[in-house]
């Protein structure tokens, strides 16, 4: 019975939604591959871990970042295409934090304020690392975090808000000429080139053994889980258990009943911004301690990969665009097997499409919002 | 309840009948609209004394809901000036005139779909350091059916429900004068008498109310005093009762 029901079932997909059961056979069909891959040996178990652990980490990132941009998108209602710049702008406040405070004294100030443009004065010279200086790491963290926060509260004071009643298209083009602003006066400032911020030095790694081989979990991978799943619950705790959590919710839900319920829309915006910003510095400096290197369009090539997580997600969803950040971050990690390493990043974004064909308003769309 | 005697009959009560003692609210001649020059009100005369319940009808697009949003700072004032409880409050803003113990039930979307029931009584109280729980409590005993679904997400109520969770929320800061936008709109109509009964109640309970309804019989029926609108005007004011019977305002706006 259960068996033939299953095939009708099956039937009827395939004869009224041929593009949803195109789907279902092309994901088995990978899935079978996958399967007999291992089976075979063709894929070793520990490789596909490793890729999954990878995955796990860029999804980490991108839904830490992705928080900050739902947030703001939920409650102000545009989209903030300088979002991926407040993120490098985090991260070389941040990183030039931890550059002066581990190498004061013994490297030239400028090289280390500017974040070492200068190839001798790299991270991995200095000695960088969350084991090697924890208090310099740990300093350039909540930099990071306090120095996005001024910025998006600067921003937001002299462009958006006298924009605020214009209407999102005119906050989105403006916000896309911050970016521009933004990044290329980081690139003026700090140099364009790339640097590398920490090796192996202070950065220890255990190998565990898994089936066939081993994965490798570094000092830096297990910070950025503490890190992010840490401020994950924290704004899971802020919204659900605090009043500007709740109020933050109430205003994404309908910003002119807020109004006449007497919650001060303008203070709360603002509290959306120092949130936000703080965690899109973090999210800015966590990527850099996991990547290992810093430039000054870190952020905003991260940005599609963010914003196809968040409207993955449902846009507006803190919940979606961990969720959504995760989905993307493992998808195009393990897309390896298959595909070229070029096209990881289009995987990423074909599963974002699949995903938004089988439900056009997100993963977590109309579920606490915020 | 109404203890401002019209004068006369239906006539001589076209005028304001606002009294030179202390009413609660005193709306008087107000000119009022939306955005810089959109006027919808000309010369718009109302009180509201304590403890009364006083509903404004009239043919659609009267300026009804108008009228009663000018009370509470939603729309562009462009003359006259608005008392309450002694207090000029012409031209201030929603988030201060909450404070001053007006409440304001919107006609829709008046609740917060995501949040849970009781975090929308939650925000009722928002201007407060605390969620006052003696409020909290006396809404539950009101409405009941808010304590049992505490906990479900207010977009899933049913219309009617959610019409008592907006009512609810708006109670949270006990306040002296209630606005009520059409709170029938969109009920079944088994749902409309019980919904006109929880209004009696709480106004028995001691809170003035001044509604704003398309259910124009009914409201008349129900409540102490009636305005009639027309056109942004004042036109009639009478005890209900006596608007009801009234053959100019039956014919005119009472369908007969």
């Given at each position: 019975?259960?068996?033939?029901?299953?095939?009708?079932?099956g039937?009827?997909?395939?004869?009224?939604?041929?593009?949803?059961?195109?789907?279902?056979?092309?994901?088995?069909?990978?899935?079978v591959?996958?399967?007999?891959?291992?089976?075979?040996?063709?894929?070793?178990f520990?490789?596909?871990?490793?890729?999954?652990?990878?995955?796990?980490?860029?999804?980490?990132?991108?839904?830490?970042?992705?928080?900050?941009?739902?947030?703001?998108?939920?409650?102000?209602?545009?989209?903030?295409?300088?979002h991926?710049?407040?993120?490098?702008?985090?991260?070389?406040?941040?990183?030039?934090v931890t550059?002066?405070?581990?190498?004061?004294?013994?490297?030239?100030?400028?090289?280390?304020?500017?974040?070492?443009p200068?190839?001798n004065?790299?991270?991995?010279?200095?000695?960088?690392?969350?084991?090697?200086?924890?208090?310099?790491?740990?300093?350039?963290?909540?930099?990071?975090?306090?120095a996005?926060?001024?910025?998006?509260?600067?921003?937001?004071?002299?462009?958006?808000?006298?924009?605020?009643?214009?209407?999102?298209?005119?906050?989105?083009?403006?916000s896309?000429?911050?970016?521009?602003?933004?990044?290329?006066?980081?690139?003026?400032?700090?140099?364009?080139s790339?640097?590398?911020?920490?090796?192996?030095?202070?950065?220890?790694?255990?190998?565990?053994?898994?089936?066939?081989?081993?994965?490798?979990?570094?000092?830096?991978?297990?910070?950025?889980?503490v890190?992010?799943?840490?401020?994950?619950?924290?704004?899971?705790?802020?919204?659900?258990?605090?009043?500007?959590?709740?109020?933050?919710?109430a205003?994404?839900?309908?910003?002119?009943?807020?109004?006449?319920?007497?919650?001060?829309?303008?203070?709360?915006?603002?509290?959306?911004?120092?949130?936000?910003?703080?965690l899109?510095?973090?999210?800015?400096?966590?990527?850099?301690?996991?990547?290992?290197?810093?430039?000054?369009n870190?952020?905003?090539?991260?940005?599609?990969?963010?914003?196809?997580?968040?409207?993955?997600?449902?846009?507006?969803?803190?919940?979606?665009?961990?969720?959504?950040?995760?989905?993307?971050?493992i998808?195009?990690?393990?897309?390896?097997?298959?595909?070229?390493?070029?096209?990881t990043?289009?995987?990423?974004?074909?599963?974002?499409?699949?995903?938004?064909?089988?439900?056009?308003?997100?993963?977590?769309?109309?579920?606490?919002?915020? | 309840?109404?203890?401002?005697?019209p004068?006369?009959?239906?006539?001589a009560?076209?005028?304001?009948?606002?009294?030179?003692?202390?009413?609660?609210?005193t709306?008087?001649?107000?000119?009022?609209?939306?955005?810089?020059?959109?006027?919808?009100?000309?010369?718009?005369?109302?009180?509201v004394?304590?403890?009364?319940?006083?509903?404004?009808?009239?043919?659609?697009?009267a300026?009804?809901?108008?009228?009663?949003?000018?009370?509470?700072?939603l729309?562009?004032?462009?003359?006259?000036?608005?008392?309450?409880?002694?207090?000029?409050?012409?031209?201030?803003?929603?988030?201060d005139i909450?404070?001053?113990?007006?409440?304001?039930?919107?006609?829709?979307?008046?609740?917060?779909?995501?949040?849970?029931?009781?975090?929308?009584?939650?925000?009722?109280?928002?201007?407060?350091?605390?969620?006052?729980?003696?409020?909290?409590?006396?809404?539950?005993?009101?409405?009941?059916?808010?304590e049992?679904?505490?906990?479900?997400?207010a977009?899933?109520?049913?219309?009617?429900?959610?019409?008592?969770?907006?009512?609810?929320?708006a109670?949270?800061?006990?306040?002296?004068?209630?606005?009520?936008?059409?709170?029938?709109?969109?009920?079944?109509?088994?749902?409309?008498?019980e919904?006109?009964?929880r209004?009696?109640?709480?106004?028995?309970?001691?809170?003035?109310?001044?509604?704003?309804?398309?259910?124009?019989?009914?409201?008349?029926?129900?409540?102490?005093?009636?305005?009639?609108?027309?056109?942004?005007?004042?036109?009639?004011?009478?005890?209900?009762?006596?608007?009801?019977?009234?053959?100019?305002?039956?014919?005119?706006?009472?369908?007969?």
């Amino acid at each position: 019975m259960g068996v033939r029901d299953t095939v009708n079932r099956g039937r009827i997909v395939a004869i009224e939604r041929p593009d949803v059961f195109l789907v279902w056979v092309l994901g088995a069909a990978l899935v079978v591959d996958l399967l007999w891959g291992l089976a075979t040996g063709g894929i070793a178990f520990s490789t596909l871990a490793s890729n999954v652990w990878d995955g796990i980490m860029r999804g980490l990132v991108i839904g830490l970042a992705g928080i900050g941009l739902s947030m703001t998108y939920s409650i102000l209602n545009f989209a903030n295409f300088a979002h991926g710049d407040y993120i490098t702008a985090g991260a070389f406040a941040g990183w030039s934090v931890t550059y002066l405070i581990t190498g004061f004294g013994e490297y030239d100030l400028g090289a280390l304020v500017l974040v070492g443009p200068k190839s001798n004065v790299t991270g991995t010279i200095i000695g960088i690392g969350v084991v090697s200086t924890p208090l310099a790491v740990l300093a350039g963290l909540l930099v990071a975090g306090a120095a996005t926060i001024a910025l998006a509260l600067l921003v937001d004071r002299y462009v958006y808000r006298p924009l605020r009643d214009e209407g999102g298209i005119t906050l989105l083009i403006t916000s896309i000429g911050v970016a521009f602003a933004l990044r290329y006066l980081i690139a003026f400032v700090f140099d364009s080139s790339t640097r590398t911020t920490a090796g192996t030095t202070g950065n220890p790694a255990v190998r565990l053994n898994f089936v066939d081989g081993t994965v490798r979990v570094s000092s830096h991978d297990v910070t950025l889980v503490v890190v992010s799943v840490g401020l994950m619950l924290g704004v899971h705790y802020l919204l659900q258990r605090t009043k500007l959590g709740k109020a933050m919710r109430a205003m994404a839900d309908n910003e002119d009943l807020a109004r006449v319920t007497g919650i001060p829309t303008e203070r709360v915006v603002r509290s959306t911004w120092i949130i936000g910003g703080g965690l899109t510095g973090f999210a800015g400096f966590m990527l850099v301690l996991w990547k290992e290197t810093i430039r000054f369009n870190d952020g905003w090539l991260l940005l599609l990969l963010i914003f196809a997580a968040v409207i993955m997600g449902g846009i507006g969803s803190i919940y979606g665009a961990i969720a959504g950040g995760l989905i993307i971050g493992i998808v195009a990690s393990t897309s390896v097997i298959w595909v070229p390493s070029g096209l990881t990043e289009a995987t990423a974004f074909l599963v974002m499409i699949l995903v938004l064909l089988f439900r056009p308003e997100g993963i977590f769309s109309g579920r606490s919002t915020a | 309840m109404s203890d401002a005697e019209p004068a006369g009959g239906v006539e001589a009560s076209r005028e304001s009948g606002i009294t030179e003692g202390e009413h609660l609210l005193t709306v008087r001649d107000v000119d009022a609209g939306y955005g810089e020059d959109l006027q919808i009100l000309t010369s718009v005369n109302m009180f509201v004394d304590e403890g009364e319940y006083v509903t404004i009808v009239g043919p659609n697009g009267a300026g009804k809901s108008t009228a009663m949003k000018s009370v509470f700072g939603l729309t562009t004032h462009m003359g006259g000036n608005i008392v309450f409880d002694g207090q000029d409050i012409t031209g201030l803003a929603p988030e201060d005139i909450i404070h001053l113990g007006i409440g304001y039930v919107p006609q829709s979307d008046n609740v917060f779909p995501s949040l849970s029931v009781r975090e929308n009584l939650e925000m009722g109280a928002y201007i407060l350091e605390e969620v006052p729980q003696d409020a909290l409590e006396a809404v539950y005993d009101r409405f009941p059916i808010l304590e049992e679904r505490e906990e479900q997400r207010a977009g899933t109520l049913s219309g009617g429900q959610q019409q008592m969770l907006a009512m609810g929320r708006a109670l949270m800061l006990d306040p002296d004068l209630l606005l009520l936008d059409e709170p029938s709109a969109g009920l079944a109509p088994d749902l409309v008498d019980e919904m006109f009964d929880r209004i009696d109640v709480i106004n028995d309970d001691g809170t003035a109310i001044l509604m704003v309804e398309q259910n124009a019989k009914e409201a008349l029926r129900r409540c102490d005093r009636g305005y009639v609108l027309a056109q942004g005007e004042n036109r009639y004011m009478d005890d209900g009762q006596r608007l009801l019977e009234d053959e100019e305002v039956r014919q005119q706006f009472l369908g007969g």
